[in-house]
C-alpha cells in the first residue's frame, strides 16, 4: 500500500482525490478505512485526502470515521425523482426545444430528463433516435414513426442509462443531425455534471451532433458540479425557462450560442 502524500506527483494526488471524491458520491457516505482501501492508501494519507476535499466543499466528515458526499456538487438524485422536479420549467422549455427539430432528422438523446420532456413533444414527428436512458427508449419504443437505436453499456439504475466504454464506441460511431442534453452545473462558461462516466457520454454526444442543443431550466445556473463536458459554445441553441437570472442570461447570450427563454 502506497503512503500517497509527498512522494505522489501533484497530478496523481489531484486525479486520486477526484476519484475518491466520485466514490463517496455515489455510495453515499464511505469510512475512511474503505476510502483508503480502494485508493490504495495509508490511512494517515487518506485523511489529508479528506481533508482537502472538505475545503473544496466536496464531502463532509461524519462522526465515528464516516464521509459522506456534499450533495449540491457531487451527487445526482434518480432519473425517476428528476423527471418531475421543476416540471412547469421542464415543460415549457421542451415545447421550445421541440419547434427546433426537423420531422425525418435524427437526434442524439441522453438520460436528461429535460430530453425527455422534449421528446414527448415530439410524439407524432417521425425521428431517428439514438439514446443510451431506457427511460428514453420505453418513451419512444411504441412510436411507429420512430426508429430507435440503443447503445450497449453498463446499466445503471440510478440513471435508468448504459454507460462505459461501450456506449461511447457507439456514440463515436454515428453522426445525427442534432443532440438534445442537459447539464447539472454552470460554471465560468462550461457545462458539468457530478460523475465522470455521465459526462465522457454527453461530450461524446454533443461531438457526434451537427447542432447540440442544451436544455436548461434556471436551477442549473446555481448549481456547481464535478465533470466539465462542453462549453456553452459548443451548442448551436441553449433554451432555458423564464425565471433565469437576468445576469445569466446576460453572460450566456455574450457567448454567442443562440438563447431561447422559454414561457
Not at 27 to 39: L, P
Not at 126 to 155: F, K
Amino acid at each position: 500500500m502506497s503512503t500517497g502524500g509527498g512522494r505522489a506527483s501533484a497530478e496523481a494526488v489531484r486525479r486520486r482525490r477526484r476519484l475518491i471524491a466520485e466514490k463517496v458520491a455515489k455510495r453515499g457516505t464511505m469510512s475512511v478505512e474503505d476510502v483508503a482501501s480502494e485508493a490504495g492508501v495509508s490511512t494517515m494519507t487518506a485523511y489529508r485526502d479528506i481533508e482537502a476535499l472538505v475545503e473544496e466543499g466536496l464531502v463532509t466528515r461524519q462522526g465515528r470515521g464516516t464521509v459522506s458526499a456534499a450533495a449540491s456538487r457531487l451527487s445526482e438524485v434518480s432519473a425517476l425523482l428528476r423527471l418531475e422536479q421543476n416540471s412547469a420549467e421542464k415543460a415549457a422549455i421542451a415545447r421550445a426545444a421541440a419547434a427546433l427539430i426537423r420531422p425525418g432528422s435524427s437526434v442524439l438523446i441522453d438520460d436528461s430528463t429535460s430530453a425527455l420532456w422534449a421528446l414527448r413533444e415530439l410524439a407524432s414527428v417521425p425521428l431517428t433516435v439514438v439514446t443510451n436512458s431506457l427511460l428514453v427508449a420505453r418513451e419512444v419504443e411504441p412510436r411507429s414513426a420512430v426508429r430507435l437505436l440503443v447503445t450497449g453499456g453498463e446499466y445503471q439504475p440510478w440513471a435508468e442509462s448504459l454507460l462505459g466504454k461501450t456506449a461511447l464506441d457507439m456514440i463515436d460511431g454515428v453522426r445525427t443531425d442534432y443532440c438534445l442534453l442537459s447539464a447539472s452545473g454552470i460554471s465560468d462558461g462550461r457545462c458539468f455534471h457530478p460523475y465522470e462516466d455521465v459526462a465522457l457520454v454527453k461530450r461524446a454526444m454533443v461531438a457526434s451532433a451537427e447542432k447540440a442543443i442544451l436544455l436548461l431550466d434556471h436551477t442549473k445556473f446555481a448549481r456547481r458540479a464535478l465533470h466539465s463536458f462542453a462549453a456553452l459554445t459548443d451548442f448551436s441553441h441553449i433554451v432555458t425557462d423564464s425565471a433565469i437570472d437576468p445576469a445569466d442570461l446576460e453572460l450566456v447570450r455574450q457567448l454567442g450560442p443562440e438563447v431561447i427563454v422559454a414561457e
